[in-house]
């Protein structure tokens, strides 16, 4: 499998990515093509979708050999304490470290690295591997009917966000929705109850000091990564 | 990467294959696992879901070797004459042989080769390795207003299907509708337009003759394999 291109972003620190595609449309991401597969023509066309498939691999500094593989995980919509089949999960501790993710084309441009696809709704880190890219075909990738398993019962686990008021003017507006909106995601690793504890995200070069209390995380600092 | 599992279904020629999952869903396909991955753990909280992914490997047998890559395709939904840059297409001529199929669940079963997923409506030929399979999921796999490029344009480009008198009874009922289904995909490579010529389908065991005139299929004869 080839690096065929690397997605660039704000979001340089794996706590705080969003655990599915699509759940934070003001972070925007740039997919960046490889030197050898910067050519405009590979994407003439692409213009005409709306939405993407990035099939992209995932970061395997599990400390796990390839060899190894778990059946069952924990995923963190579940509160991390319940174990289910890796398959019914979109759990990166899988066999293969390959990952999915619809995204919303934003821009489609041409730079000195070639084409660049701006795409809104990544769930990927900065600098990313992508094996491939695929046009959205709603006839045949759409389906709202699906049922969805134990994620259907935790789709509306938001958190409410408030910031402490001496913060938020001096973060810039679009740093400050697209952060807004990661943390409404809930970054924590789990559902944990800690009222006191402190958590930290790093997006955009700052680093985001925040408690959560029940349904609500409270930004408590703001300071340069 | 690693072959984690395989499809079998009565597909076993590429002729004739359904150009997108999803199209052809009276054609049932079972994934058995490979032995290192037959573990019924794996699969636990899989029948909430009614839709899966499968992420697979092209068959490369093109003739190319895997340093060659084309920016630029011709698919057959455009008549095989129009050129489209390979990430604005399912084609799979692609720097990585992913191939992406959703699929329908229609029964997970136990068996001595360990779980067997059996799905409706799946693209890939007989043998074809998996190499991940992911659940559905319709809150951020699901996009119903998303556009769909000149795909959109070819959805109603179906074959009315006739069978000659005495073929049809001649074959069993679910083999005459699956393949009633795929013919009725048009399975030509593109839209050629000789009523004269004679194609051949093979489908579960049977060699499969048929011509077309405009927009009406013919079997003319059906033969085993």
């Given at each position: ?198 958590y ?10 925040f408690k ?5 995380l409270?930004v ?6």
């Open positions: 499998m080839k690096r065929i291109a690397h997605i660039e972003n704000d979001m340089s620190d794996k706590f705080g990515i969003p655990r599915q595609s699509g759940l934070v449309c003001d972070v925007i991401s740039t997919i960046v093509f490889e030197p050898k597969y910067r050519n405009a023509d590979a994407v003439k066309g692409l213009e005409d979708f709306s939405h993407i498939w990035i099939i992209w691999e995932f970061d395997t500094d599990t400390g796990k050999t390839s060899e190894e593989w778990s059946p069952m995980v924990r995923p963190p919509r579940l509160g991390g304490n319940t174990r289910v089949g890796v398959f019914a999960t979109r759990s990166p501790n899988r066999p293969n470290p390959l990952g999915l993710s619809c995204v919303k084309i934003t821009e489609i441009t041409s730079s000195e690295r070639g084409p660049l696809i701006r795409v809104a709704g990544a769930d990927l880190k900065n600098g990313t591997s992508i094996l491939d890219i695929k046009p959205y075909l709603p006839y045949t990738d759409s389906h709202p009917e699906a049922s969805g398993g134990f994620a259907d019962d935790h789709l509306n686990d938001t958190l409410n966000v408030i910031w402490s008021k001496d913060i938020s003017p001096s973060l810039p507006d679009d740093i400050y929705k697209a952060a807004s909106e990661l943390l409404s995601q809930d970054p924590r690793p789990s559902y944990q109850n800690d009222p006191g504890r402190i930290g995200m790093k997006y955009a070069g700052y680093d985001i000091r959560v209390d029940d349904k609500t409270t408590t600092e703001v300071e340069p990564a």
